[in-house]
């Protein structure tokens, strides 16, 4: 089935520093991707996404690059904020089995 | 649209209880998910539906949740007896397949 592998947290960053968080995928087909993100006390919404092999989602100053041939959705970030201090999970959706699967969420924290 | 609305948003309950989570997904949307998120486990999906049929609720944990989808604008997950090991927040989510998902601001059950 799909699954989704992110990397563990938490990370701890200072403001203005360059943020990664790493993203692997398992899947049949070609399932759409995206990146969703927490706030404290607040539910998850969509951050961006990305729907074919190449396509770069991106928003708030965060990418990520659809990469088929490395199975990857790598979030990247290149100066990061207080107020992006966050859980970041990873997400597929496939076509064939509507089921939408997360990564367990990365903490990230950034300190002024 | 005033999203996938959610309640109650906090419920307090004791042990043995009956609780009952109610959830209005976006209108025109046909899946619809429930997870249970926990500080130990993170983010799991107990169940989802295509076209209000449950297709794969393998994630809810035992007989003592149930979960329906009456139709097309309304679901509940319910937990019959309650006990403290539930306590946890609760989103529902609800997409068109392959398609970006829409959170609630999720119900944070505390069974004492």
Redesign the interface.
């Given at each position: 089935g799909n699954s989704v592998t992110q990397m563990e947290g938490p990370v701890t960053l200072s403001e203005e520093a360059f943020l990664t968080i790493n993203c692997t995928y398992t899947a049949t087909g070609y399932?759409?991707l995206?990146w969703?993100v927490q706030y404290p006390g607040?539910?998850?919404?969509?951050l961006l996404?990305a729907?074919k092999a190449d396509d770069k989602g991106s928003n708030k100053g965060f990418e990520a690059t659809y990469r088929k041939e490395t199975t990857s959705f790598h979030l990247e970030k290149g100066s990061v904020q207080v107020s992006d201090s966050a859980v970041y999970?990873c997400?597929l959706?496939?076509?064939d089995?509507?089921?939408?699967?997360?990564g367990?969420?990365t903490t990230v924290t950034v300190r002024a | 649209d005033a999203g996938v609305i959610q309640s109650p948003r906090h419920e307090v309950t004791e042990m043995g209880q009956e609780v009952t989570l109610r959830c209005k997904p976006i209108s025109g949307h046909n899946?619809l998910?429930w997870?249970r998120q926990t500080m130990m486990r993170?983010?799991e999906?107990l169940i989802?539906f295509?076209n209000n049929v449950p297709?794969?609720d393998s994630g809810m944990p035992e007989d003592r949740f149930s979960a329906k989808m009456p139709n097309a604008s309304f679901s509940t997950l319910k937990i019959q007896p309650s006990e403290p090991r539930d306590s946890a927040v609760y989103?529902c989510?609800s997409?068109l397949?392959?398609?970006?998902?829409?959170?609630?601001?999720?119900t944070r059950l505390t069974v004492v």
């Amino acid at each position: 089935g799909n699954s989704v592998t992110q990397m563990e947290g938490p990370v701890t960053l200072s403001e203005e520093a360059f943020l990664t968080i790493n993203c692997t995928y398992t899947a049949t087909g070609y399932p759409s991707l995206f990146w969703y993100v927490q706030y404290p006390g607040e539910g998850l919404q969509l951050l961006l996404k990305a729907t074919k092999a190449d396509d770069k989602g991106s928003n708030k100053g965060f990418e990520a690059t659809y990469r088929k041939e490395t199975t990857s959705f790598h979030l990247e970030k290149g100066s990061v904020q207080v107020s992006d201090s966050a859980v970041y999970f990873c997400a597929l959706s496939g076509l064939d089995d509507y089921k939408l699967s997360f990564g367990a969420g990365t903490t990230v924290t950034v300190r002024a | 649209d005033a999203g996938v609305i959610q309640s109650p948003r906090h419920e307090v309950t004791e042990m043995g209880q009956e609780v009952t989570l109610r959830c209005k997904p976006i209108s025109g949307h046909n899946s619809l998910f429930w997870y249970r998120q926990t500080m130990m486990r993170g983010l799991e999906l107990l169940i989802y539906f295509n076209n209000n049929v449950p297709i794969d609720d393998s994630g809810m944990p035992e007989d003592r949740f149930s979960a329906k989808m009456p139709n097309a604008s309304f679901s509940t997950l319910k937990i019959q007896p309650s006990e403290p090991r539930d306590s946890a927040v609760y989103f529902c989510a609800s997409s068109l397949p392959g398609f970006i998902a829409f959170f609630g601001q999720g119900t944070r059950l505390t069974v004492v």
